[in-house]
């Protein structure tokens, strides 16, 4: 099941499960000490897929002003062991979607590590930045445009 809350929407139990898995897989399983809780959760939209009660993909989505000018996509995430089931692409899918339908328009910017620029460029996102290193990792700015 799909779910997209605001911050103040989501129960204690959710930000939780949330913080959790991006705990799991930003800090411990990618080797990558960082502040994980940065102070943009408050501010942003959190869309979930959840199934038989487990967190199964996750994605924050933030307003223009926010992280950035423009709307913006992060902490895009699947379970370890749901991966290879096609929800990254669907998790994206409803994220722009979302975006789409709140801010008709508006342009969506990510910041993708560099080994995933060809998955966001399937939805057409293009490199808007030099590759640069974040918390150890390889990373591009990318942008979708909306006409």
């Not at 605001?6 to 990558?32: G, H, I, P």
């Not at 943009?40 to 924050?60: Q, T």
């Not at 979302?98 to 998955?119: C, M, R, V, Y």
Request: with cysteine.
């Amino acid at each position: 099941m799909w779910t997209i809350k605001s911050f103040q929407e989501l129960s204690t139990y959710e930000l939780y499960t949330y913080l959790q898995l991006r705990v799991d897989v930003f800090v411990v399983e990618q080797s990558c000490p960082y502040p994980e809780i940065d102070g943009y959760d408050m501010d942003s939209y959190h869309l979930a897929y959840i199934e038989n009660g487990e967190l199964l993909s996750y994605a924050r989505i933030l307003p223009a002003g926010i992280k950035y000018n423009r709307i913006s996509i992060g902490r895009v995430i699947v379970n370890k062991k749901a991966r290879g089931r096609g929800l990254a692409k669907q998790l994206m899918e409803q994220a722009i979607s979302f975006s789409s339908e709140k801010w008709p328009n508006g342009d969506i910017q990510l910041q993708a590590q560099t080994q995933l620029k060809h998955f966001y460029g399937t939805f057409g996102f293009e490199e808007i930045s030099e590759e640069y290193n974040e918390d150890g990792i390889p990373h591009v700015d990318m942008l979708l445009h909306k006409f």
